[in-house]
T-cell receptor
């Protein structure tokens, strides 16, 4: 069965540094991969989508890479701010219908001043 | 941006009762909506895909008679947890597909069954 691992349950960094989160997956070849932000008691908020034929995608301070050979995606937040503190979720498509997703457990990021 | 409204945000009920959760797309039409469930410290798990005007498609292991899904219009899908039991206590989240590459999630419903 599909397995998604996000490198650590928690990551603490200092404001201004770059946060790097890892998502590894097995037993699957997704057509695309997505990253979401989730705050406590709230639904996920879409951040970025990267397709299997794309190696990198950027949006403002966010950057995502996708290595289908390693079965890994890296999610970077540059110039991190305390407001970036949240749980970040990696999600893979389950095929056939856009929106059917496998989610990782998430990495809780804390950015301290 | 597109907004998905989910109601109620939390509900407490007695064991054996039924609870209905609504999911609305406020400023776009969603032919397809999705229902997820999330236990504390766990990942979101897809329960079912809801298609407007047709029967929902349930994921393996999800009881369709217990989790009734209705998608009567292009902006509304409902999830009814029938004969709820304490083990059904969870965070339920809906999502709707907007344009090609974006999904929009509701704010979730925390269900507590006593």
């Amino acid at each position: 069965s599909q397995k998604i691992e996000q490198n650590s349950e928690a990551l603490n960094i200092q404001e201004g540094k770059t946060a790097t989160l890892t998502c590894n997956y097995t037993n699957y070849s997704p057509a695309y991969l997505q990253w979401y932000r989730q705050d406590p008691g709230r639904g996920p908020v879409f951040l970025l989508l990267i397709r299997e034929n794309e190696k990198e995608k950027r949006k403002e301070r966010l950057k995502v890479t996708f290595d289908t050979t390693l079965k890994q995606s890296l999610f970077h937040i540059t110039a991190s701010q305390p407001a970036d503190s949240a749980t970040y979720l990696c999600a893979l498509d389950r095929g056939s219908t856009l929106g059917r997703l496998y989610f990782g457990r998430g990495t809780q990021l804390t950015v301290w001043p | 941006g597109a907004v998905v409204s989910q109601h109620p945000s939390w509900v407490i009920c007695k064991s054996g009762t039924s609870v209905k959760i609504e999911c609305r797309s406020l400023d776009f039409q969603a032919t397809t909506m999705f229902w997820y469930r999330q236990f504390p410290k766990q990942s979101l798990m897809l329960m079912a895909t809801s298609n407007e005007g047709s029967k929902a498609t349930y994921e393996q292991g999800v009881e369709k008679d217990k989790f009734l899904i209705n998608h009567a219009s292009l902006t509304l899908s409902t999830l009814t947890v029938t004969s709820a039991h304490p083990e059904d206590s969870s965070f339920y989240i809906c999502s709707a597909r907007g344009d090609v590459e974006k999904l929009f999630f509701g704010s979730g419903t925390q269900l507590s069954v006593l």
